[in-house]
């Protein structure tokens, strides 16, 4: 059984168009995260959330709008989509013994 | 700012050599120092981490070396094979494993037959 499970794995979207990427955990963590991935493979902190409370945003621009509708899933929609958005969205989720990370989608902003 | 700087970007070895990965960190409250193992199309998978009342850990073939004082730690693979190919990052929390990690930007690692 997948551990951590993003969906989709691939979106391909015009400039301007709103997207979700939904995450779902079984592992009964109680902490979610996402990362985005740039090109050069960087890995960064957008958002966690712990047992459906946000309790990190990067100052990442408000056209990302997480949403943790129970502590075993934490959805990711995006507005007005822009090009630099373009990148590798991890889903993960953690206990004291460390990540468990999503397979990633690859969103390419077209 | 980068808290946690990682080198080098890419390292290509032979098989059975041993590469080293090395990062530095310069926030002092960091108390857990876990290295990820990304393979193309994969997420990130833990792979071995160490806490700073200790100097060396080793799990197989993976072996992280830390080094307090000089803010700084490592990761060795030993006898590297080409299944080993993949990027590896360090990364750093306050706290522990579930808190929020902060990544080094990654090492591309290839080894040769």
């Known amino acids: 059984d997948t551990a951590v499970s993003q969906t989709p794995k691939y979106l391909v979207t015009q400039m301007g168009n709103d997207k979700s990427i939904k995450c779902e955990q079984n592992?009964?963590?109680?902490?979610m995260y996402w990362y985005k991935q740039d090109s050069k493979k960087f890995l960064k902190i957008m958002f966690s959330?712990?047992?459906?409370?946000?309790?990190i945003n990067e100052t990442v621009p408000n056209r990302f709008s997480p949403k943790s509708p129970d502590k075993a899933h934490l959805n990711l929609h995006i507005n007005s989509l822009e090009l630099g958005d373009s990148a590798v969205y991890f889903c993960?989720?953690?206990?004291?013994?460390?990540?468990?990370f999503g397979s990633g989608t690859r969103l390419t902003v077209v | 700012q980068q808290q946690v700087k990682q080198s080098p970007q890419s390292l290509i070895v032979q098989k059975g050599g041993i590469p080293i990965i090395n990062c530095a960190y310069e926030?002092?409250?960091?108390?857990?120092f876990p290295w990820y193992q990304q393979f193309p199309g994969k997420g990130p998978a833990l792979l071995i981490a160490?806490?700073?009342?200790?100097s060396e850990k080793k799990e197989g073939r993976f072996t992280i070396s830390f080094n307090k004082s000089a803010k700084q730690f490592s990761l060795h693979i030993m006898d590297s094979q080409p299944g080993d190919s993949a990027t590896y990052f360090c990364?750093?929390?306050?706290?522990?494993?579930?808190?929020?990690?902060?990544f080094g930007t990654g090492t591309q690692l290839k080894v040769e037959l």
């Open positions: 926030n002092t409250a960091f108390d857990y």
């Open positions: 990364a750093a929390s306050k706290g522990g494993g579930g808190n929020k990690l902060t």
């Open positions: 993960a989720s953690s206990q004291a013994s460390g990540y468990t």
């Open positions: 959330y712990n047992n459906k409370e946000l309790i």
């Open positions: 160490i806490r700073p009342d200790v």
């Open positions: 592992l009964g963590h109680d902490t």
